[in-house]
């Protein structure tokens, strides 16, 4: 099976711009989770869909959103963008069962000028 | 913010040698995993233990599991230099979680030829 794909690959934005990232789960993985990852805060969880709902939501301003569709992939935007969105963004899927081992893509690396 | 604390944050062995790192967390959970990162790269899932486990194997790896110190460790046996990575550790919470993991901070293991 081909693995997780995130597009695109390198981003590079200027402060208050907004973007679109791109997650494509694992053939048959129904959910699909963002991490945001930092040198100062580490990998920090963004959310969680499945079957097209969001059921999990961490602590991050309302500028972050997402979105799945019914094929499970998965785009994620951040409007308004701020100097300290700059990060890596990792998708990973997971089969439905919760708590299950998750499957990371390669990442997009957005950098915000 | 993340759930905890690992130990060492960079680990420089040599080749054969084995290296050790351990978590600790803060909240009950439904399991722990560990996870490779090769610079800046997507996570690889390495090995889940479930809260009723406390001791797992997969090849040259060890994690043990102490529930009652809310503590686990990660032991890589025969170490090589392409096992070079961060390595991180991430619970997912008991409740609440669904396929959300939140991660350590990470130990960055060097191994020299």
């Known amino acids: 099976k081909a693995g997780v794909t995130q597009t695109p690959r390198y981003l590079i934005k200027t402060r208050g711009q907004q973007v679109t990232l791109s997650c494509s789960p694992i053939s048959g993985h129904r959910s699909v989770s963002w991490y945001q990852q930092t040198p100062g805060q580490g990998l920090q969880f963004l959310f969680e869909?499945?079957?097209?709902?969001?059921?999990n939501k961490g602590n991050f301003p309302g500028r972050f959103s997402g979105r799945q569709f019914s094929n499970s992939r998965s785009e994620m935007n951040v409007s308004t963008l701020e100097l300290g969105d700059s990060a890596l963004y990792l998708c990973a899927s997971s089969l439905e069962q919760i708590n299950n081992e998750q499957f990371f893509g390669p990442g997009t690396r957005l950098t915000v000028l | 913010s993340q759930q905890g604390e690992e130990d060492p944050q960079a680990l420089s062995i040599q080749e054969g040698e084995n290296a050790t790192m351990n978590c600790s967390y803060k909240?009950?959970?439904?399991?722990l995993q560990w996870y490779r990162q090769n610079s800046g790269r997507g996570l690889v899932h390495l090995i889940l233990i479930r809260s009723n486990e406390r001791e797992k194997h997969s090849g040259r790896l060890r994690v043990t599991l102490d529930t009652s110190k809310k503590s686990s460790s990660l032991l890589i046996t025969a170490s090589r230099a392409a096992d070079t990575a961060s390595y991180f550790c991430?619970?997912?919470?008991?409740?609440?979680?669904?396929?959300?993991?939140?991660f350590g901070a990470g130990t960055r293991l060097a191994v020299h030829p």
């Open positions: 869909y499945f079957s097209e709902t969001q059921r």
């Open positions: 991430a619970t997912a919470p008991l409740s609440g979680g669904y396929n959300k993991l939140i």
């Open positions: 909240t009950s959970i439904n399991n």
